[in-house]
């Protein structure tokens, strides 16, 4: 009996991930990282219980803070946007399930996240629900010990598994906020950390300035600015930490053609010379044009088919082949 170690966040997707995976015969050891509470540490017990799967309680607090939180807060003091999933999985979350793994000897791991693994390869799950560019920063030794068993399955149908499975978290709403800041409430956050804020400054539209922000830390590009300008509606363009100021445009000035991307993961062997792909920069159902990869010194440079809207630094641009995740690479 193979043994898999699954991330049981309690939640439903992970519940019906473990029940998956005990219907095609595998022997499903829960490890439950215990950063988001306690009525999901609750929860994951409860369909441990239920499913008679063993669960192991780990404390990450100490490595999210360092490779997640930490620089969370020092990417939207430079003005960037950062995603902390991206920052946590390669370092925290699956890191932590390969070590329990090796610890107990299990060769795969798993999760509730609707992808597809294969040989290897990480590939797009449906596209309803594919969560493929969250792992765009595994290690290739991490994507190759992957057991996805969400793949094949969208989330309505998970939600109908869970039923049909009696699991106690079935109807348990889906969550979609950050798991360090439950209340949704980023800044505040932010703030509480004692660090020192960004000041007020000013918001630039073709170079005159329209009005005052409180902080490059409460803006991201693509971001909507209150109220109308002249009749139109404002969106940020730009964060320029140098001057503090924040840079507003119209909607059909957020579209770019070419971006670059710095400090690149790749889950093949990196080219050395321009390769097709296609790319999404920011976690859409829709955007995903083709393009064409120029490899540079510190990073990539994206040349889209089709323009994408509001590319943000600190975001990430992660690359396609077809249904293959290539990798991804930071926003600049």
């Known amino acids: 009996m193979e043994k898999v170690v699954l991330g049981l966040s309690g939640g439903v997707d992970s519940a019906v991930a473990a029940r998956l995976l005990q219907e095609q015969g595998c022997e499903v050891c829960g490890l439950y990282m215990d950063i988001a509470g306690d009525e999901a540490r609750a929860d994951a ?15 990450v607090a100490a490595a999210q803070e360092e490779f997640v939180r930490r620089p969370f807060v020092d990417a939207y003091l430079r003005g960037e946007t950062p995603n902390p999933c991206i920052l946590c999985n390669p370092a925290v979350k699956f890191k932590t399930l390969l070590d329990y793994a090796d610890t107990i000897g299990a060769q795969t791991v798993a999760t509730g996240h609707y992808i597809r693994a294969e040989n290897g390869m990480i590939l797009k799950g449906r596209a309803e629900n594919d969560q493929s560019y969250m ?12 057991r996805m068993p969400l793949g094949p399955y969208n989330k309505e149908e998970v939600r109908a598994l869970a039923e049909r499975f009696d699991l106690p978290v079935a109807h348990k709403a889906a969550s979609m906020e950050i798991c360090f800041i439950p209340d949704k409430d980023y800044i505040g956050w932010i703030s509480a950390r004692g660090v020192p804020l960004p000041p007020a400054g000013d918001f630039v539209f073709h170079g005159a300035v329209v009005g005052r922000h409180k902080g490059i830390h409460r803006w991201t590009v693509g971001q909507r600015l209150p109220g109308l300008f002249n009749e139109r509606k404002l969106y940020v363009s730009r964060i320029v930490l140098e001057r503090n100021e924040v840079e507003v445009a119209l909607w059909e000035e957020l579209f770019r053609t070419e971006l670059a991307a710095r400090d690149m993961n790749w889950l093949i062997d990196p080219p050395t010379e321009p390769i097709r792909a296609s790319v999404k920069v920011r976690h859409t159902k829709w955007e995903c044009p083709s393009c064409t990869v120029y490899p540079a010194e510190d990073g990539v440079r994206i040349v889209c088919d089709e323009a994408v809207r509001a590319p943000a630094a600190g975001q990430s641009a992660v690359l396609y082949d077809g249904e293959r995740l290539l990798g991804g690479g930071f926003i600049v």
Not at 45 to 59: F, H, M, T
């Open 45 to 59: 017990q409860r369909v441990a219980e239920e499913l008679g799967v063993s669960l192991v309680v780990a404390d």
């Open 135 to 146: 792992l765009c920063r595994l290690r290739r030794e991490q994507a190759a010990r992957l």
